[in-house]
Protein backbone atom coordinates (compact mmCIF):
# COMPACT_ATOMS: atom_id res chain seq x y z
CA UNK A 1 0.00 0.00 0.00
CA UNK A 2 1.40 3.68 -0.83
CA UNK A 3 1.94 6.31 1.66
CA UNK A 4 -1.00 7.97 -0.07
CA UNK A 5 -3.38 5.51 1.11
CA UNK A 6 -2.76 5.77 4.57
CA UNK A 7 -4.94 8.68 4.84
CA UNK A 8 -7.77 8.24 2.30
CA UNK A 9 -11.12 8.57 3.07
CA UNK A 10 -11.76 4.52 3.51
CA UNK A 11 -9.13 4.56 6.12
CA UNK A 12 -10.41 7.30 7.90
CA UNK A 13 -14.14 5.39 7.48
CA UNK A 14 -12.34 1.85 8.41
CA UNK A 15 -10.60 3.77 11.77
CA UNK A 16 -13.86 5.80 12.74
CA UNK A 17 -15.51 2.32 12.86
CA UNK A 18 -12.71 1.31 15.62
CA UNK A 19 -9.89 -0.14 14.01
CA UNK A 20 -6.76 1.58 15.74
CA UNK A 21 -4.23 3.57 13.68
CA UNK A 22 -0.59 2.35 13.53
CA UNK A 23 2.12 4.24 15.25
CA UNK A 24 3.73 6.76 12.23
CA UNK A 25 6.80 7.33 14.03
CA UNK A 26 8.96 4.40 15.70
CA UNK A 27 9.53 4.93 19.65
CA UNK A 28 13.46 4.26 19.50
CA UNK A 29 15.49 3.09 22.38
CA UNK A 30 18.60 5.26 22.46
CA UNK A 31 21.85 3.18 20.71
CA UNK A 32 25.60 3.83 22.20
CA UNK A 33 26.60 5.97 19.15
CA UNK A 34 25.16 7.76 16.50
CA UNK A 35 27.37 10.01 13.68
CA UNK A 36 25.07 12.93 15.07
CA UNK A 37 22.99 13.66 18.06
CA UNK A 38 20.51 16.54 18.26
CA UNK A 39 18.94 18.11 21.17
CA UNK A 40 15.48 18.92 21.42
CA UNK A 41 12.76 17.00 19.04
CA UNK A 42 10.55 20.44 18.74
CA UNK A 43 9.75 22.21 15.11
CA UNK A 44 13.61 22.80 14.35
CA UNK A 45 15.13 19.57 15.45
CA UNK A 46 12.88 17.60 13.55
CA UNK A 47 13.28 19.28 10.61
CA UNK A 48 16.98 19.11 11.03
CA UNK A 49 17.03 15.03 11.71
CA UNK A 50 14.69 15.35 8.35
CA UNK A 51 17.37 17.39 6.26
CA UNK A 52 19.87 15.33 7.59
CA UNK A 53 18.75 12.29 6.36
CA UNK A 54 17.04 13.64 3.06
CA UNK A 55 19.98 16.21 1.73
CA UNK A 56 22.67 14.83 3.29
CA UNK A 57 22.49 10.94 3.49
CA UNK A 58 22.81 10.97 7.38
CA UNK A 59 20.49 8.79 8.58
CA UNK A 60 22.26 7.58 11.87
CA UNK A 61 20.97 10.34 14.05
CA UNK A 62 19.32 10.42 17.26
CA UNK A 63 16.81 13.10 18.43
CA UNK A 64 16.93 13.56 22.27
CA UNK A 65 14.11 15.38 23.98
CA UNK A 66 13.18 15.29 27.86
CA UNK A 67 9.71 15.38 27.33
CA UNK A 68 7.24 14.50 24.55
CA UNK A 69 8.12 15.40 20.95
CA UNK A 70 6.76 19.17 19.50
CA UNK A 71 5.84 19.65 23.73
CA UNK A 72 7.68 22.59 23.95
CA UNK A 73 7.23 26.00 22.32
CA UNK A 74 6.12 23.85 18.59
CA UNK A 75 3.42 23.13 20.60
CA UNK A 76 2.52 26.56 22.49
CA UNK A 77 3.02 28.94 19.77
CA UNK A 78 0.40 31.01 17.39
CA UNK A 79 1.73 29.18 14.20
CA UNK A 80 1.86 32.55 12.18
CA UNK A 81 4.20 32.51 9.40
CA UNK A 82 5.43 35.41 6.87
CA UNK A 83 8.57 36.52 5.75
CA UNK A 84 8.52 40.50 5.93
CA UNK A 85 11.85 41.35 7.41
CA UNK A 86 13.93 44.40 7.01
CA UNK A 87 17.71 43.44 7.06
CA UNK A 88 18.85 41.30 3.53
CA UNK A 89 19.95 38.45 5.96
CA UNK A 90 16.97 38.28 7.62
CA UNK A 91 15.12 38.61 4.65
CA UNK A 92 16.65 35.40 2.65
CA UNK A 93 16.59 33.18 5.46
CA UNK A 94 12.57 33.67 6.15
CA UNK A 95 12.22 33.79 2.50
CA UNK A 96 13.82 30.54 2.42
CA UNK A 97 11.62 29.06 4.67
CA UNK A 98 8.15 30.90 3.26
CA UNK A 99 9.28 28.70 -0.02
CA UNK A 100 9.94 25.74 1.56
CA UNK A 101 6.45 25.70 3.50
CA UNK A 102 4.65 26.28 0.43
CA UNK A 103 5.72 22.49 -0.72
CA UNK A 104 6.00 20.95 2.52
CA UNK A 105 2.69 19.27 3.04
CA UNK A 106 4.12 17.62 -0.79
CA UNK A 107 7.25 17.18 0.62
CA UNK A 108 6.31 15.21 3.87
CA UNK A 109 3.61 13.64 2.53
CA UNK A 110 1.70 14.67 5.52
CA UNK A 111 -0.88 17.82 5.86
CA UNK A 112 0.69 20.38 7.77
CA UNK A 113 -2.51 22.98 6.57
CA UNK A 114 -0.17 25.63 5.70
CA UNK A 115 -2.79 28.47 4.70
CA UNK A 116 -1.55 31.09 3.61
CA UNK A 117 -4.60 33.96 4.38
CA UNK A 118 -2.36 36.98 4.76
CA UNK A 119 -0.56 38.59 7.70
CA UNK A 120 -2.10 42.27 8.07
CA UNK A 121 0.52 44.24 10.11
CA UNK A 122 -1.70 47.07 11.70
CA UNK A 123 -0.09 50.68 11.67
CA UNK A 124 -1.42 53.22 14.42
CA UNK A 125 0.83 56.18 14.63
CA UNK A 126 2.66 58.06 12.16
CA UNK A 127 6.03 56.08 13.03
CA UNK A 128 4.17 52.59 12.51
CA UNK A 129 3.07 54.23 8.85
CA UNK A 130 7.23 55.14 8.29
CA UNK A 131 8.11 51.77 9.51
CA UNK A 132 5.64 49.57 7.60
CA UNK A 133 6.26 51.57 4.59
CA UNK A 134 9.89 51.23 4.86
CA UNK A 135 9.63 47.56 5.69
CA UNK A 136 7.28 47.01 2.34
CA UNK A 137 9.64 48.98 0.12
CA UNK A 138 12.38 47.00 1.47
CA UNK A 139 10.85 43.51 1.16
CA UNK A 140 9.80 44.38 -2.11
CA UNK A 141 13.54 45.19 -3.18
CA UNK A 142 14.52 41.62 -1.91
CA UNK A 143 11.46 40.19 -4.17
CA UNK A 144 9.08 39.11 -1.38
CA UNK A 145 5.82 40.14 -1.53
CA UNK A 146 4.42 42.97 1.04
CA UNK A 147 2.07 45.66 0.31
CA UNK A 148 0.94 48.97 1.72
CA UNK A 149 -3.32 49.33 2.34
CA UNK A 150 -5.36 52.53 3.94
CA UNK A 151 -6.98 51.78 6.63
CA UNK A 152 -10.04 51.41 4.11
CA UNK A 153 -8.55 48.69 2.13
CA UNK A 154 -7.41 46.83 5.45
CA UNK A 155 -11.39 47.06 6.43
CA UNK A 156 -12.34 45.48 2.99
CA UNK A 157 -9.68 43.00 3.94
CA UNK A 158 -10.19 41.98 7.22
CA UNK A 159 -14.40 43.25 7.69
CA UNK A 160 -14.07 42.71 11.72
CA UNK A 161 -11.32 45.24 12.24
CA UNK A 162 -12.58 48.56 13.87
CA UNK A 163 -10.95 51.53 11.96
CA UNK A 164 -13.07 53.99 12.98
CA UNK A 165 -10.45 57.26 14.01
CA UNK A 166 -11.64 58.15 17.18
CA UNK A 167 -10.17 55.48 19.29
CA UNK A 168 -7.05 55.65 21.53
CA UNK A 169 -5.20 53.91 18.98
CA UNK A 170 -6.88 54.28 15.02
CA UNK A 171 -5.82 51.82 12.07
CA UNK A 172 -3.71 54.75 9.74
CA UNK A 173 -2.92 52.18 7.26
CA UNK A 174 -1.46 48.27 7.64
CA UNK A 175 1.24 46.17 5.81
CA UNK A 176 -0.34 43.11 4.04
CA UNK A 177 2.10 40.11 3.12
CA UNK A 178 -0.76 37.77 1.03
CA UNK A 179 2.18 34.41 1.24
CA UNK A 180 2.28 34.74 4.93
CA UNK A 181 -0.45 32.49 7.30
CA UNK A 182 -0.39 30.56 9.32
CA UNK A 183 -0.01 25.83 9.78
CA UNK A 184 -0.99 23.33 11.70
CA UNK A 185 2.00 23.14 14.58
CA UNK A 186 1.79 20.16 15.35
CA UNK A 187 1.17 18.48 12.06
CA UNK A 188 5.09 20.38 11.33
CA UNK A 189 6.21 17.66 14.29
CA UNK A 190 4.43 15.14 13.52
CA UNK A 191 5.31 15.11 9.96
CA UNK A 192 9.11 15.80 10.09
CA UNK A 193 8.78 12.87 12.51
CA UNK A 194 7.19 10.44 11.05
CA UNK A 195 9.05 11.34 7.78
CA UNK A 196 12.63 11.60 9.77
CA UNK A 197 11.43 8.09 11.48
CA UNK A 198 10.86 6.20 7.99
CA UNK A 199 14.42 7.49 6.74
CA UNK A 200 16.28 5.65 10.13
CA UNK A 201 16.26 8.65 12.40
CA UNK A 202 15.73 7.39 15.77
CA UNK A 203 13.45 9.79 18.05
CA UNK A 204 13.86 8.95 21.49
CA UNK A 205 11.55 11.23 23.84
CA UNK A 206 12.12 11.94 28.29
CA UNK A 207 15.61 11.43 27.73
CA UNK A 208 17.13 14.79 29.23
CA UNK A 209 20.72 15.55 28.39
CA UNK A 210 22.64 15.98 31.32
CA UNK A 211 25.75 16.49 30.02
CA UNK A 212 28.09 16.80 27.01
CA UNK A 213 31.55 14.91 26.63
CA UNK A 214 34.59 16.15 25.40
CA UNK A 215 38.00 14.65 25.02
CA UNK A 216 41.45 16.10 25.58
CA UNK A 217 41.63 19.03 22.94
CA UNK A 218 38.01 19.93 24.13
CA UNK A 219 35.54 18.14 21.02
CA UNK A 220 32.39 16.70 21.32
CA UNK A 221 32.49 13.28 21.95
CA UNK A 222 28.51 12.66 23.23
CA UNK A 223 26.18 13.28 25.32
CA UNK A 224 25.21 12.22 29.16
CA UNK A 225 21.58 11.36 29.00
CA UNK A 226 18.51 10.55 31.79
CA UNK A 227 19.12 7.02 29.52
CA UNK A 228 22.79 6.86 29.80
CA UNK A 229 25.84 8.22 27.62
CA UNK A 230 25.38 8.67 23.96
CA UNK A 231 28.64 8.72 21.91
CA UNK A 232 28.58 11.17 19.08
CA UNK A 233 31.12 13.35 17.26
CA UNK A 234 28.60 16.23 15.92
CA UNK A 235 25.80 17.51 18.27
CA UNK A 236 23.20 19.93 17.11
CA UNK A 237 21.69 21.73 19.94
CA UNK A 238 17.78 22.89 19.14
CA UNK A 239 16.59 23.39 22.25
CA UNK A 240 14.76 26.88 21.86
CA UNK A 241 14.53 28.62 25.64
CA UNK A 242 16.75 25.85 27.77
CA UNK A 243 19.41 26.70 25.06
CA UNK A 244 21.36 28.65 27.91
CA UNK A 245 21.26 25.93 30.30
CA UNK A 246 22.41 23.11 27.68
CA UNK A 247 24.91 25.04 26.07
CA UNK A 248 26.69 25.72 30.00
CA UNK A 249 27.13 21.59 29.66
CA UNK A 250 29.94 22.68 27.19
CA UNK A 251 31.27 25.35 29.23
CA UNK A 252 29.76 28.16 26.92
CA UNK A 253 27.90 31.26 27.50
CA UNK A 254 25.64 32.56 25.47
CA UNK A 255 24.01 36.24 24.27
CA UNK A 256 20.33 35.05 24.88
CA UNK A 257 18.09 35.44 28.03
CA UNK A 258 14.88 33.37 28.54
CA UNK A 259 11.41 35.04 28.38
CA UNK A 260 8.01 33.26 29.34
CA UNK A 261 5.80 34.18 26.20
CA UNK A 262 2.04 34.11 26.44
CA UNK A 263 -0.88 32.58 24.45
CA UNK A 264 -4.11 32.18 24.40
CA UNK A 265 -7.68 30.76 23.11
CA UNK A 266 -11.20 31.84 22.56
CA UNK A 267 -13.91 29.21 22.77
CA UNK A 268 -14.58 28.43 19.18
CA UNK A 269 -16.95 30.39 16.71
CA UNK A 270 -17.97 30.01 13.24
CA UNK A 271 -15.06 31.49 11.07
CA UNK A 272 -15.21 35.49 11.47
CA UNK A 273 -11.26 36.26 11.24
CA UNK A 274 -10.47 35.48 7.17
CA UNK A 275 -6.72 36.97 7.81
CA UNK A 276 -3.72 36.95 10.56
CA UNK A 277 -3.75 40.30 11.82
CA UNK A 278 -0.97 41.81 14.19
CA UNK A 279 -0.50 45.15 15.86
CA UNK A 280 2.78 46.19 17.65
CA UNK A 281 1.55 49.33 18.95
CA UNK A 282 -1.25 47.46 21.19
CA UNK A 283 0.50 44.32 21.29
CA UNK A 284 -1.62 41.64 19.82
CA UNK A 285 -1.95 39.05 17.08
CA UNK A 286 -5.43 37.44 16.42
CA UNK A 287 -5.94 34.49 14.47
CA UNK A 288 -8.79 31.68 13.79
CA UNK A 289 -8.10 27.67 13.70
CA UNK A 290 -9.80 25.67 11.90
CA UNK A 291 -11.38 24.77 14.75
CA UNK A 292 -13.00 27.66 15.13
CA UNK A 293 -10.59 29.40 18.40
CA UNK A 294 -9.40 32.69 18.32
CA UNK A 295 -5.44 32.34 18.82
CA UNK A 296 -4.42 34.96 20.70
CA UNK A 297 -0.99 35.72 21.33
CA UNK A 298 -0.01 38.39 24.31
CA UNK A 299 4.00 39.85 25.09
CA UNK A 300 6.77 38.69 27.30
CA UNK A 301 7.20 38.90 31.00
CA UNK A 302 9.55 41.82 31.94
CA UNK A 303 11.87 38.74 33.70
CA UNK A 304 13.80 36.26 32.60
CA UNK A 305 11.75 32.81 33.60
CA UNK A 306 11.70 29.83 32.86
CA UNK A 307 7.81 29.24 34.48
CA UNK A 308 6.06 28.57 31.09
CA UNK A 309 3.42 30.74 32.55
CA UNK A 310 3.07 34.14 32.21
CA UNK A 311 1.23 37.56 34.33
CA UNK A 312 -2.26 37.41 33.76
CA UNK A 313 -1.37 41.48 33.59
CA UNK A 314 0.01 40.68 30.18
CA UNK A 315 -2.23 38.47 28.47
CA UNK A 316 -5.11 41.35 30.15
CA UNK A 317 -3.60 43.85 28.30
CA UNK A 318 -3.43 41.97 25.11
CA UNK A 319 -7.38 40.99 25.37
CA UNK A 320 -7.63 44.95 26.54
CA UNK A 321 -6.69 45.67 22.49
CA UNK A 322 -7.94 42.42 21.31
CA UNK A 323 -11.33 43.66 22.13
CA UNK A 324 -10.50 47.59 21.12
CA UNK A 325 -9.34 46.30 17.66
CA UNK A 326 -12.25 44.22 17.38
CA UNK A 327 -15.34 45.47 19.26
CA UNK A 328 -17.83 42.13 18.20
CA UNK A 329 -15.26 40.07 20.37
CA UNK A 330 -15.66 41.53 23.62
CA UNK A 331 -18.38 39.17 24.57
CA UNK A 332 -16.15 36.00 23.77
CA UNK A 333 -15.11 33.54 26.63
CA UNK A 334 -11.22 32.34 26.64
CA UNK A 335 -10.98 28.65 27.40
CA UNK A 336 -7.26 28.64 27.92
CA UNK A 337 -3.84 30.44 28.26
CA UNK A 338 -0.18 28.81 28.50
CA UNK A 339 3.15 29.90 28.40
CA UNK A 340 6.07 28.91 26.41
CA UNK A 341 9.73 30.07 27.44
CA UNK A 342 11.65 31.96 24.39
CA UNK A 343 15.20 32.68 24.09
CA UNK A 344 16.03 36.36 22.83
CA UNK A 345 19.39 37.50 21.37
CA UNK A 346 20.29 41.58 21.69
CA UNK A 347 19.35 41.91 18.03
CA UNK A 348 16.17 39.91 17.30
CA UNK A 349 17.91 37.90 15.26
CA UNK A 350 18.52 34.03 15.42
CA UNK A 351 21.89 32.05 15.78
CA UNK A 352 22.54 29.26 14.01
CA UNK A 353 26.19 28.06 13.39
CA UNK A 354 29.12 26.69 14.48
CA UNK A 355 30.11 27.48 18.81
CA UNK A 356 33.92 27.52 20.28
CA UNK A 357 33.55 24.09 21.16
CA UNK A 358 34.47 21.37 18.16
CA UNK A 359 31.78 19.28 17.20
CA UNK A 360 29.16 21.11 18.92
CA UNK A 361 26.50 23.38 16.80
CA UNK A 362 23.65 25.41 18.03
CA UNK A 363 20.25 26.92 16.47
CA UNK A 364 18.43 29.24 19.19
CA UNK A 365 17.73 32.97 19.46
CA UNK A 366 14.30 32.64 17.18
CA UNK A 367 12.55 34.60 20.33
CA UNK A 368 8.95 34.96 19.71
CA UNK A 369 8.68 33.74 15.88
CA UNK A 370 10.41 30.52 15.84
CA UNK A 371 7.59 28.82 14.41
CA UNK A 372 7.53 30.48 11.04
CA UNK A 373 11.48 29.59 10.05
CA UNK A 374 10.63 25.76 11.14
CA UNK A 375 11.58 24.40 7.77
CA UNK A 376 14.31 26.78 7.09
CA UNK A 377 16.08 26.89 10.22
CA UNK A 378 16.31 22.82 9.92
CA UNK A 379 17.47 22.65 6.18
CA UNK A 380 20.21 25.61 7.16
CA UNK A 381 20.93 23.99 9.88
CA UNK A 382 21.47 20.53 8.54
CA UNK A 383 23.42 21.35 6.14
CA UNK A 384 25.62 23.61 8.17
CA UNK A 385 25.76 20.27 10.39
CA UNK A 386 26.84 18.03 7.72
CA UNK A 387 29.44 19.88 6.40
CA UNK A 388 31.08 21.67 9.24
CA UNK A 389 30.66 24.91 7.89
CA UNK A 390 27.84 27.39 7.62
CA UNK A 391 25.22 27.34 5.19
CA UNK A 392 25.34 30.25 2.73
CA UNK A 393 21.78 31.80 3.86
CA UNK A 394 23.18 30.61 7.85
CA UNK A 395 26.17 32.70 7.86
CA UNK A 396 25.28 35.94 9.12
CA UNK A 397 23.28 34.47 11.98
CA UNK A 398 26.79 32.93 13.54
CA UNK A 399 27.20 33.31 17.19
CA UNK A 400 30.70 35.14 16.65
CA UNK A 401 28.60 38.26 15.22
CA UNK A 402 28.57 39.09 19.16
CA UNK A 403 32.27 39.40 18.90
CA UNK A 404 32.73 40.83 15.19
CA UNK A 405 29.67 43.88 15.90
CA UNK A 406 27.75 42.35 12.82
CA UNK A 407 24.68 42.30 14.59
CA UNK A 408 21.08 42.02 12.45
CA UNK A 409 18.98 44.43 13.73
CA UNK A 410 15.75 43.04 13.76
CA UNK A 411 14.04 44.63 16.54
CA UNK A 412 11.39 46.11 14.93
CA UNK A 413 10.65 43.29 12.31
CA UNK A 414 10.11 40.98 15.68
CA UNK A 415 6.77 41.92 16.55
CA UNK A 416 6.52 40.80 20.03
CA UNK A 417 7.95 44.01 22.04
CA UNK A 418 10.41 42.37 24.48
CA UNK B 1 2.17 39.74 38.77
CA UNK B 2 5.53 39.57 41.37
CA UNK B 3 5.23 41.30 44.50
CA UNK B 4 9.02 43.19 44.41
CA UNK B 5 10.57 44.13 47.47
CA UNK B 6 11.39 47.50 47.34
CA UNK B 7 14.78 48.22 49.83
CA UNK B 8 13.67 51.46 50.50
CA UNK B 9 9.80 51.55 49.66
CA UNK B 10 8.85 47.93 50.87
CA UNK B 11 6.57 45.12 49.05
CA UNK B 12 5.15 47.18 45.78
CA UNK B 13 3.55 44.96 42.32
CA UNK B 14 6.06 44.50 40.33
CA UNK B 15 3.89 47.57 37.72
CA UNK B 16 5.97 50.20 39.12
CA UNK B 17 9.12 48.27 38.42
CA UNK B 18 11.26 48.29 35.24
CA UNK B 19 13.10 45.37 35.04
CA UNK B 20 17.31 45.84 34.38
CA UNK B 21 18.77 42.14 33.51
CA UNK B 22 21.39 40.91 35.13
CA UNK B 23 22.97 42.17 38.09
CA UNK B 24 26.75 42.71 38.97
CA UNK B 25 27.88 42.73 34.84
CA UNK B 26 31.18 44.70 35.52
CA UNK B 27 32.41 47.63 32.90
CA UNK B 28 35.71 47.15 31.64
CA UNK B 29 37.36 49.70 33.40
CA UNK B 30 39.44 50.91 30.40
CA UNK B 31 37.24 49.64 27.24
CA UNK B 32 40.43 50.08 24.72
CA UNK B 33 42.59 47.59 27.02
CA UNK B 34 40.23 44.87 26.61
CA UNK B 35 40.13 42.70 23.31
CA UNK B 36 36.65 42.24 21.28
CA UNK B 37 35.43 38.85 22.55
CA UNK B 38 36.10 40.69 26.03
CA UNK B 39 34.30 43.31 25.29
CA UNK B 40 31.60 41.69 23.22
CA UNK B 41 30.90 39.64 26.51
CA UNK B 42 30.54 42.35 28.22
CA UNK B 43 27.87 43.60 26.56
CA UNK B 44 25.93 40.54 25.20
CA UNK B 45 26.86 37.58 27.39
CA UNK B 46 24.19 36.68 29.93
CA UNK B 47 23.99 33.82 32.55
CA UNK B 48 20.59 33.80 31.77
CA UNK B 49 19.99 30.32 34.42
CA UNK B 50 17.25 27.99 35.10
CA UNK B 51 17.60 28.68 39.10
CA UNK B 52 19.10 31.32 41.35
CA UNK B 53 19.55 34.73 39.54
CA UNK B 54 20.74 38.03 40.37
CA UNK B 55 18.87 40.65 38.86
CA UNK B 56 18.15 44.96 38.71
CA UNK B 57 15.04 46.21 39.12
CA UNK B 58 14.46 49.68 39.06
CA UNK B 59 11.38 51.16 41.77
CA UNK B 60 10.19 53.31 38.50
CA UNK B 61 7.14 54.56 39.85
CA UNK B 62 8.28 54.80 43.35
CA UNK B 63 11.45 56.10 44.66
CA UNK B 64 13.00 55.96 40.92
CA UNK B 65 15.80 54.02 42.51
CA UNK B 66 17.97 50.88 41.54
CA UNK B 67 18.18 47.92 43.56
CA UNK B 68 18.98 43.77 42.91
CA UNK B 69 16.96 40.98 43.76
CA UNK B 70 17.97 37.20 43.96
CA UNK B 71 14.99 35.47 42.55
CA UNK B 72 14.17 31.44 41.49
CA UNK B 73 13.99 31.86 37.13
CA UNK B 74 11.75 28.40 37.80
CA UNK B 75 9.38 29.42 40.60
CA UNK B 76 9.43 33.45 39.90
CA UNK B 77 9.98 33.46 44.11
CA UNK B 78 12.05 36.34 45.21
CA UNK B 79 14.65 34.90 48.21
CA UNK B 80 16.13 38.22 48.45
CA UNK B 81 16.33 42.29 47.72
CA UNK B 82 19.42 44.54 48.65
CA UNK B 83 21.07 47.75 47.76
CA UNK B 84 23.15 48.76 44.80
CA UNK B 85 26.74 47.93 46.21
CA UNK B 86 26.08 45.41 48.49
CA UNK B 87 27.04 41.77 47.87
CA UNK B 88 24.01 38.87 47.22
CA UNK B 89 23.31 37.08 50.17
CA UNK B 90 25.04 33.74 49.85
Known amino acids: MGEAARFSFLSLLRHGLGKAWDRQWRDAQPKAAYDVVIVGAGGHGLATAYYLAKEHGIRDVAVLDKGWLGGGNTGRNTTIIRSNYLQPESAALYEHALKLWEGLAQELNYNVMYSPRGVLMLAHTRHDVQVFKRHVHANRLHGIDNEWLTSAQAKAFCPPLDVSQGVRYPVLGAALQRRGGVARHDAVAWGYARAASAMGVDIIQNCAVTGIARDAVGAVTGVETTRGPIAARRVGVATAGHTSVVMAMAGVRMPLESFPLQALVSEPVKPVMPCVVMSNTVHAYISQSDKGELVIGAGTDAYTSYSQAGGLHISRETLEAVCELFPSFRRLRMLRNWGGIVDTTPDRSPIVGLTPVPGLFVNCGWGTGGFKATPGSGHVFAATIARGEPHSIAAPFSLDRFVTGRLIDEAAAAAVAH | ?90
Not at chain 2, 2 to 21: A, T, V
Open chain 2, 1 to 90: MLLIPCPWCGPRPESEFRYGGQAHVVRPPDPSAVDDAAWGAYLYLRDNPKGRHAERWRHLHGCGRFFNCVRDTVSDRIVASYKPGEAPPS
